[in-house]
């Protein structure tokens, strides 16, 4: 894959400038920092509040799901152990299991036919390996540790419904209104809607049938359950596409690699945000441009009023330190791996990166996690496949405090129960160890797939975030 010619030589660690006019303030840092506690207080220790340069602002860019909706409302520690809905992890059910992707049999290849789009040529971008369940299954592994993460025993399959079988043929997968998707004796009924034929696919599974046929399959032992496809999925009637939904109370989520594929980037739009996906998503001068592409210079301005003042960001003026987490992403992702990677090989794990972190975001929700918006992290709102690019992999301050205190439910040391809990100054040492042995096991699965971009990049922020956390002990 070209490298970009931008150097990325100025970072942003604040918002950008199009979120002043959308609304959108980045809380205070001791309102972020007071979210991570358990009491809804920030601690007086001010030294907990994390760099920006660790954890920046979310950019808030012209179409992100925070321009959209600049007040959605924060979920801080103490509101998500409070959430009703929310499944704690037991012994008795502690595991996430991940489903590979449907099998289709040969009598049924039309079906397989779907996963395939018609725009893809027949160049080297074109013929990329579909990511593989056990490299998400690893990544997740790393990610969610120490919650186990295994593939699921028995696999779904998908086939026809109760219709006439379809034609071995790809002129005729329009008469196909429902395709089964079962798993052991049961099936549940899936909904195929077809698009017109210069669309990206040319038909279309339906997302909450599929969330339904997971839910049916949810092994008693199961935390979770992700059901990984390549179908391109629909949520309404009125949506293009999804890339994945879970149904967190249910414990179950989908996720598509459908529209990852590397070699639809150009019919999607995303080559300039290839070039500028996350870190380099952080780069200044990149959006300064996207702010003034959206029209917000001074005639903008005028037209739309004179828009309030943020208030002043003091984390936004912090100079940045030698070897910030951020730069160290940026400098890696400009220093390929030698000897250099074949093309095929980075674009393959640029499809598994894409893949895999939509997986880790969805997961994110069957644990109670909403949308961020304290921080750039990987359980941001997410309303277009150009975010998507520019989303920070990482859990944030807040999010991975929840992460951790899931992690020590199962063992009853959470709960703070006689005789099971710890104190609280153990507990949070015991979720800041966690973290720190999550960064470290997702740095190992990022230096084994240095050859991608955002696998080698993410390596470099997790080495900057272990000295961070190695530093407190």
């Not at 990206?200 to 092994?219: E, F, H, K």
């Not at 949520?235 to 967190?248: H, T, V």
């Not at 006689?418 to 153990?426: I, L, M, N």
């Not at 272990?466 to 407190?472: A, T």
Request: hydrophobic share 35%; net charge neutral; with cysteine.
């Amino acid at each position: 894959m070209a490298p970009s010619s931008c150097a990325h030589v100025t970072l942003l660690t604040t918002s950008s400038s199009h979120a002043v006019h959308a609304g959108y303030t980045q809380l205070t840092a001791q309102k972020r920092l007071a979210a991570t506690t358990t009491s809804g207080r920030a601690p007086k220790n001010t030294q907990l509040v994390p760099s920006p340069w660790t954890f920046p602002a979310p950019l808030a860019l012209p179409g992100d799901e925070l321009a959209y909706d600049p007040s959605y409302p924060p979920q801080s520690l103490r509101s998500w152990k409070q959430e009703k809905d929310r499944n704690q992890v037991t012994a008795n059910r502690r595991t996430i299991y991940v489903a590979a992707p449907p099998t289709i049999k040969d009598a049924d290849a039309v079906i397989r036919d779907w996963t395939r789009s018609p725009l893809l040529d027949a160049g080297a971008e074109g013929k990329l390996a579909q990511p593989k369940t056990e490299d998400v299954i690893e990544y997740l592994s790393a990610f969610y540790h120490p919650i186990p993460v295994r593939p699921l025993p028995t696999p779904f399959r998908l086939t026809t419904w109760d219709e006439a079988p379809p034609k071995k043929s790809r002129s005729a997968p329009s008469s196909v209104k429902h395709v089964a998707l079962a798993h052991g004796t049961s099936a549940t009924r899936i909904r195929v809607r077809t698009r017109p034929v210069k669309d990206i696919y040319t038909q279309q599974l339906n997302l909450d049938d599929v969330l339904d046929g997971a839910i049916a399959a949810l092994p008693d032992d199961a935390y979770a359950l992700l059901l990984l496809v390549h179908h391109d999925l629909y949520e309404g009637d009125d949506d293009d596409f999804c890339c994945g939904r879970a149904y967190g109370g249910s414990r179950v989520a989908v996720v598509t690699s459908a529209r990852y594929h590397p070699g639809l980037d150009a019919a999607q739009g995303l080559r300039e945000a290839r070039s500028h996906a996350w870190p380099a998503s952080r780069c200044a001068d990149y959006v300064k441009q996207l702010c003034e592409e959206d029209g917000e210079g001074e005639n903008a301005k005028r037209k739309r009023g004179k828009p309030k003042a943020p208030p002043a960001n003091e984390d936004g003026a912090e100079p940045e330190p030698k070897n910030s987490p951020i730069r160290l992403a940026v400098s890696a992702l400009l220093s390929p791996p030698s000897p250099a990677p074949t093309p095929t090989h980075t674009l393959e794990l640029l499809y598994l990166s894409r893949f895999a972190l939509t997986a880790s975001h969805e997961l994110g929700h069957t644990f109670g996690l909403d949308h961020c918006v304290y921080y750039s992290c990987i359980m941001n709102g997410i309303a277009s496949l150009a975010e998507d690019a520019r989303a920070a992999p990482y859990l944030c301050a807040v999010c991975s405090v929840k992460v951790g205190t899931a992690g020590l439910e199962w063992e009853g040391r959470e709960s703070g129960a006689k005789g099971k809990g710890v104190a609280k100054t153990d507990l949070g040492k015991e979720i800041a160890e966690a973290e720190l042995e999550r960064c470290r096991r997702l740095r190992a699965v990022c230096e084994r797939w240095e050859a991608g971009d955002m696998f080698r990049a993410f390596g470099g922020w997790l080495s900057g975030r272990i000295v961070e956390l190695e530093g407190r002990k």
